[in-house]
T-cell receptor, first 115, second 113 residues
Framework: EAGVTQFPSHSVIEKGQTVTLRCDPI?????LYWYRRVMGKEIKFLLH????????ESGMPNNRFLAERTGGTYSTLKVQPAELEDSGVYFC?????????????FGAGTRLSVL | AQSVTQLGSHVSVSEGALVLLRCNYS??????LFWYVQYPNQGLQLLLK??????LVKGINGFEAEFKKSETSFHLTKPSAHMSDAAEYFC???????????FGTGTRLLVSP
């Protein structure tokens, strides 16, 4: 069974440009989470999807960030326009629908560098 | 609000020595606690979790952690370090169910021969 897959693994863009990160969760996982780790700091929650609905987006930093999960399968996270402080590693995680089995499985992350 | 403190951004041990990685948490509700490990160029992998059952939790690769409510701690231990244990370790807390994870800043474990 394939794990959580994230594309691209690295992205280098200039300030003001747009970047779209993609996450493919484990097949059948209704819950999808985005997290971000800024250099040297803790991994912080961004938002949580249940199928295609945003369950909790309390961690989204500002309106330059837009997350979607059309059809309840893969998800994208768009940053537009990117700023220097957006640099970091963006992680995606997914989990099953049963609360008792809510182990979040993480992808390898996308390392975003904004120059 | 929940929070996690991991003491020591780097911990160095010799191969065969005891590994002790410290984690203290703060939570207004009974917590669910997790340890994840990240090897280079890989995603976070769950080592073990505490979800209000036994206070001593055994995980993969010989790691275990003990939940101590009175000390608000969930320290990770392994009796004998292997070179392959070199990685970054993250402690996390949640309110259970499908709630978000709140992470500590991570501890990088270095293992020398």
């Amino acid at each position: 069974e394939a794990g959580v897959t994230q594309f691209p693994s690295h992205s280098v863009i200039e300030k003001g440009q747009t970047v779209t990160l993609r996450c493919d969760p484990i097949s059948g996982h209704d819950n999808l989470y985005w997290y971000r780790r800024v250099m040297g700091k803790e991994i912080k929650f961004l938002l949580h999807f249940v199928k295609e609905s945003k369950q909790d987006e309390s961690g989204m930093p500002n309106n330059r960030f837009l997350a979607e999960r059309t059809g309840g399968t893969y998800s994208t996270l768009k940053v537009q326009p990117a700023e220097l402080e957006d640099s970091g590693v963006y992680f995606c995680a997914s989990s099953q629908a049963e609360a008792a089995k809510n182990i979040q499985y993480f992808g390898a992350g996308t390392r975003l560098s904004v120059l | 609000a929940q929070s996690v403190t991991q003491l020591g951004s780097h911990v160095s041990v010799s191969e065969g020595a005891l590994v002790l990685l410290r984690c203290n948490y703060s939570s207004s509700v009974p917590p669910y606690l997790f340890w994840y490990v990240q090897y280079p160029n890989q995603g976070l992998q769950l080592l073990l979790k505490y979800t209000s059952a036994a206070t001593l939790v055994k995980g993969i690769n010989g790691f275990e952690a003990e939940f101590k409510k009175s000390e608000t701690s969930f320290h990770l231990t392994k009796p004998s370090a292997h070179m392959s244990d070199a990685a970054e370790y993250f402690c996390a807390v949640s309110e259970g169910g499908f709630q978000k994870l709140v992470f500590g800043t991570g501890t990088r474990l270095l293992v020398s021969p």
